[in-house]
């Protein structure tokens, strides 16, 4: 998967809608997009614009990202902190409105986009996702080949253009390979040993997870460094191995999906800072993967103290609204912020 950090854009009225727009324009101008993608763009925008004006009284944010291969787009992703909705299937029926307006808001949304989900919880808020592509064509085998869904948030720090933070995701015939990084610091310095990390991890996949921090560590040493958590989860075997240095956490669900507090393992690292100081002696752990299991892993810019059984029918979404869920609700807004969440499809 070509991964592509978010452009945040923050609406905290309908003021701030134009901007929103014109720029998403640009991006989507900027690879290709045909005219009519680029109105169905539009509508998305302006949509989400207007019922974070209406519904939210904080106003929310869109983060916005470019989709590379298998198919290229836009992803657009609307976060609020607001009432909510009792009834989010019903909201999505033209006609129906919490406000007495024409009600065609999330109807529109969702007609306009190829992908698009809609999470939305009393006293939690709303995130809605929509994706629209360049075209309906998959590349060739992707799709048949891909026994995960990877989603994820990518988002440099407030008034930061460079994210500090890093992931890459390999999928192939044998399973996937993820890496999660954080650079230490934010901004240019920040980035730069973190893609570099993803390059090496790149270029030599399929090492063992603690094989690969090591080759990364020395490969790093003149940067500012990172931490990071390297995994393999294995579609034959069954089986995750990871390793993680630094302080960078995880947390695996399964296997009975309730995702529930009692239902998960946590992910725990080695001290150290990849490209600086790391233990003489690496191991690679392993875990038990399956149906139902769920991977979330994220840096430091995300508070450790969430709890996923205050979502309800979280299996239900997209990984990527999960992400989005976790980073609106826990992101500390004070530093790069990186969540990416794992599963196997159906």
Excluded at 41 to 58: D, P
Excluded at 96 to 124: C, H, M, N, P, W
Excluded at 217 to 231: D, E, L, P
């Amino acid at each position: 998967m070509d991964v592509k950090q978010h452009q945040r854009f923050l609406i905290p009225d309908k003021s701030y809608a134009s901007i929103a727009k014109r720029e998403v324009t640009r991006i989507a101008e900027g690879i290709g997009m045909s005219a009519n993608g680029v109105g169905k763009l539009n509508i998305v925008v302006a949509e989400m614009a207007s019922n974070l004006s209406k519904h939210a009284a904080l106003g929310g944010e869109l983060l916005v990202r470019v989709l590379g291969a298998p198919q290229p787009g836009i992803e657009v992703i609307c976060l609020d902190s607001g009432p909510g909705m009792a009834d989010p299937s019903k909201m999505q029926e033209d006609g129906v409105s919490t406000l007495g307006t024409a009600g065609e808001g999330l109807g529109a949304i969702k007609r306009q986009s190829d992908v698009f989900d809609l999470y939305s919880q009393q006293s939690v808020g709303t995130v809605i996702l929509s994706r629209i592509f360049l075209n309906n064509k998959t590349t060739p085998g992707a799709q048949a080949a891909s026994h995960y869904d990877v989603g994820y948030v990518l988002v440099p720090k407030p008034k930061e253009t460079l994210c500090g933070d890093g992931l890459a995701i390999l999928e192939h015939e044998k399973g996937v390979y993820l890496l999660a990084l954080d650079g230490l610091g934010h901004g240019a310095s920040a980035h730069e040993a973190s893609q570099l990390a993803v390059q090496v991890f790149t270029s030599s996949p399929a090492l063992l997870p603690a094989d690969a921090l090591r080759n990364i560590h020395q490969s790093i040493k003149r940067t500012r460094g990172a931490v990071g958590i390297a995994a393999n989860i294995s579609t034959r075997s069954n089986r995750l191995s990871y390793c993680g240095i630094g302080n960078i956490a995880g947390k695996l669900y399964g296997p009975d999906g309730s995702y529930g507090s009692s239902s998960y393992k946590n992910i725990i690292s080695y001290n150290g800072i990849l490209g600086h100081n790391i233990p003489t002696t690496l191991n690679s752990q392993e875990l038990e993967w399956g149906r139902h299991r769920m991977l979330i892993l994220h840096s430091d810019g995300l508070k450790s103290r969430w709890d996923l059984s205050k979502y309800q029918a979280l299996n239900r979404h997209l990984p990527s609204t999960i992400a989005a869920l976790l980073y609106k609700d826990h992101s500390r807004q004070t530093d790069d912020a990186l969540v990416v969440v794992c599963r196997s499809k159906p």
